[in-house]
């Protein structure tokens, strides 16, 4: 089976992993990209998780930042993790499409809280479904049980891709 054209959505996790380097699932997350461009993967993520990407990137490094300087943060150290966040938000939009979000989808995320109540994560496999994608991966075993298309945690996914031809 040859991995070349597949899709695969990222959940916002993933993306968040990827370029944060203080985070725990940064190694794998890198794996998982490396993975996907060498076997020829389309990579997509929800429109929505750049607006949490930004602020959970820009979080991250400022939450650094402070640590680093002794509790306080300094307005160039702010300015800076903002321009991180920049930077990741258009590194992500050159490298993945974005699948689009309309009331259909939220239509759609609001009926699945009964299997899994965070909208946000609703929204994800919204895009999952619009996008017909391939592949979902996440880290969050609650989602991995709820997808609306084949869904696998990271490391597998790192596995799977890799197994490709």
């Not at 929800?46 to 930004?54: A, P």
């Not at 702010?78 to 699948?99: P, Q």
């Not at 989808?105 to 479904?129: I, M, P, T, Y």
Request: aromatic share 10%; hydrophobic share 45%.
């Amino acid at each position: 089976m040859s991995a070349s054209g597949k899709t695969v959505l990222l959940d916002t996790n993933i993306w968040v992993d990827r370029y944060s380097s203080v985070r725990p699932g940064h190694a794998v997350a890198s794996e998982l990209f490396k993975a996907a461009f060498e076997k020829g993967c389309k990579l997509l993520y929800s429109v929505t998780s750049s607006k949490d990407l930004f602020y959970l990137i820009a979080s991250d490094y400022k939450a650094w930042a402070r640590d680093k300087c002794g509790g306080t943060l300094t307005h160039a150290a702010a300015a800076a993790a903002t321009e991180m966040a920049w930077g990741c938000v258009g590194n992500m939009c050159e490298i993945a499409t974005a699948v689009g979000c309309d009331q259909s989808d939220v239509w759609l995320a609001r009926k699945r809280r009964r299997l899994h109540g965070d909208f946000e994560d609703n929204l994800v496999l919204s895009a999952a479904d619009r996008a017909k994608a391939d592949l979902f991966v996440t880290n969050y075993e609650r989602l991995l049980r709820h997808a609306p298309v084949a869904a696998m945690g990271v490391r597998d996914a790192v596995a799977y891709l890799q197994s490709l031809e």
